[in-house]
């Protein structure tokens, strides 16, 4: 068998991000899915490293997957990674595992060690709708709940994303948290995510005051480049600490291993290299009783399957995301969406990832730039 072409398709959800899909073919018919990680005014990009990875590609196996993704890194890459870089090689990855899945007859998780688990759990995000009041956000959280999770995750902090905020900012954050905390009950898990926005000494002093309403975790309270700095946040607070997400390739979490750094892990399957990757990344983290808990802001469709594959194989998979503001697109697009039931996702066990796509509902929702930011705006919004 070998590869014959390589598709990306950028589609633009009415919300959010542009999303990127892309599809390899064969010579056998056979044909595999893989979604690779954007943000906002950096999705060409990751498609223009596929259209030169390209002919990197046509007349392989398929099935060799450990040795393309090497080649890649080596001869392609020169062996300098980048985010751009490691979301284009993380969605052709996705591709190959389901094609080999298909051609082996097998799910993907059979072919990477078998089950674990016979159910994902799975956390709601893209709930929250920006910088709400705390009314706001409890009536919101309570909707959540009402639907089914068990979980749910929000940035509290209000305004734009600066190192340095006022004590007002720091107030608003921690009554963001109690107002979701009384909306849900104690029984919910309340996820607070910091989006590697704040010094540590902010970050230090909003988690020893949302402590007392239990936050299930504290997601990325500073930059995971600095990982002495994240470490020595988790050494003053009382919450477990989660990074990852911004981190690509087991290279780069070894530090946060050997400085202890973290509790729970959070890389992307989408961008972190893949789903061998992650599965490697997670076998790391076993001996220092680390967690994983697999980023998804990407679709709830391919993305999605290849965090459930992964999720499944791993023992120390503890909660995954899931994008509730694009479950409506995924169920239009994908021709066997996932189905949330009280707050978990139970595992295909169709041959590759378990799901597959339907290109003319993609060709609905066509790419959409998105506009200039002048000057005079950022000054506008900054402090």
Same mark, same amino acid.
């Given at each position: 068998?070998?590869?014959?072409?390589?598709? &990306?398709?950028?589609?633009?959800?009415?919300?959010?991000?542009?999303?990127? !899909?892309?599809?390899?073919?064969? %010579?056998?018919?056979?044909?595999?899915?893989?979604?690779?990680y954007?943000?906002?005014?950096?999705?060409?990009?990751?498609?223009?490293?596929?259209?030169?990875?390209?002919?990197?590609?046509? +007349?392989? %196996?398929? &099935?060799?997957?450990?040795?393309?993704?090497?080649? #890649?890194?080596?001869?392609? #890459?020169?062996?300098?990674?980048?985010?751009?870089?490691y979301c284009?090689?993380?969605?052709?990855?996705?591709?190959?595992?389901?094609?080999? +899945?298909?051609? @082996?007859?097998?799910?993907?998780?059979?072919?990477?060690?078998?089950?674990?688990?016979?159910?994902?759990?799975v @956390?709601?995000?893209?709930?929250s709708?920006g910088?709400?009041?705390?009314?706001?956000?409890?009536?919101r959280?309570?909707e959540?709940?009402?639907a089914?999770?068990?979980?749910?995750? !929000?940035? *509290?902090?209000? =305004?734009?994303?600066?190192? @340095?905020?006022?004590?007002?900012?720091? $107030? /608003?954050?921690?009554?963001?948290?109690?107002a979701?905390?009384? /909306?849900?009950? *104690?029984?919910? %898990?309340?996820?607070?995510?910091?989006?590697?926005?704040?010094?540590?000494?902010?970050?230090?002093?909003?988690?020893?005051?949302?402590?007392q309403?239990r936050?299930?975790?504290?997601?990325?309270?500073?930059?995971?480049?600095?990982?002495?700095?994240?470490?020595?946040? $988790?050494?003053?607070?009382?919450?477990?600490?989660? &990074? =990852?997400?911004?981190?690509?390739?087991?290279?780069?979490?070894?530090?946060?291993?050997?400085?202890?750094?973290?509790?729970?892990?959070?890389p992307?399957?989408?961008?972190?290299?893949?789903?061998?990757?992650?599965?490697?990344?997670?076998?790391?983290?076993?001996?220092?009783?680390?967690?994983?808990?697999?980023?998804?802001?990407?679709? &709830?469709?391919?993305?999605?399957?290849?965090t459930?594959?992964?999720?499944a194989?791993?023992?120390? !998979?503890?909660?995954?995301?899931?994008?509730?503001?694009?479950?409506?697109?995924g169920?239009?697009?994908?021709?066997t969406?996932?189905?949330?039931r009280?707050?978990?996702?139970?595992?295909?066990?169709?041959?590759?990832?378990?799901i597959?796509?339907?290109?003319? $509902?993609?060709?609905?929702? *066509?790419?959409? *730039? !998105?506009p200039?930011?002048?000057? /005079?705006?950022?000054?506008?919004?900054?402090?």
């Amino acid at each position: 068998m070998q590869i014959t072409d390589i598709k &990306t398709f950028l589609i633009h959800p009415g919300r959010a991000k542009n999303l990127c !899909f892309v599809k390899i073919e064969t %010579d056998e018919g056979i044909y595999g899915w893989g979604e690779c990680y954007t943000q906002s005014d950096r999705d060409l990009q990751i498609t223009a490293h596929i259209d030169q990875i390209r002919r990197y590609l046509i +007349g392989r %196996d398929p &099935t060799n997957i450990k040795h393309f993704m090497q080649m #890649a890194f080596d001869d392609f #890459a020169g062996r300098r990674g980048a985010m751009d870089y490691y979301c284009a090689i993380s969605g052709l990855e996705h591709a190959m595992w389901d094609i080999a +899945g298909k051609a @082996y007859g097998a799910p993907v998780h059979k072919l990477i060690g078998g089950a674990c688990r016979d159910k994902i759990r799975v @956390y709601a995000n893209g709930w929250s709708g920006g910088n709400p009041t705390p009314d706001a956000l409890a009536e919101r959280a309570s909707e959540v709940i009402e639907a089914g999770f068990t979980a749910l995750k !929000f940035d *509290p902090i209000p =305004g734009p994303w600066r190192t @340095y905020v006022s004590k007002d900012v720091e $107030r /608003a954050a921690v009554e963001n948290v109690r107002a979701v905390r009384e /909306a849900v009950g *104690p029984d919910v %898990d309340i996820l607070v995510e910091m989006h590697r926005r704040l010094a540590p000494m902010h970050a230090v002093r909003i988690a020893h005051d949302i402590e007392q309403f239990r936050p299930f975790w504290y997601e990325e309270p500073v930059l995971a480049e600095n990982i002495p700095a994240l470490a020595s946040v $988790r050494q003053k607070i009382n919450i477990p600490v989660v &990074t =990852g997400e911004e981190l690509y390739t087991k290279f780069e979490f070894r530090e946060v291993f050997e400085k202890q750094a973290a509790d729970i892990l959070n890389p992307d399957v989408c961008n972190v290299g893949g789903i061998l990757e992650l599965k490697e990344i997670a076998a790391m983290a076993e001996p220092y009783f680390v967690v994983i808990s697999p980023h998804n802001f990407n679709s &709830t469709t391919v993305g999605l399957a290849a965090t459930i594959q992964v999720s499944a194989a791993i023992p120390n !998979f503890l909660i995954t995301e899931y994008f509730v503001n694009l479950e409506e697109l995924g169920k239009d697009i994908a021709k066997t969406p996932f189905e949330v039931r009280d707050g978990y996702i139970q595992l295909p066990d169709a041959p590759g990832l378990g799901i597959d796509l339907d290109e003319e $509902r993609l060709a609905a929702y *066509p790419y959409k *730039p !998105f506009p200039a930011r002048s000057p /005079a705006q950022y000054w506008e919004e900054g402090p």
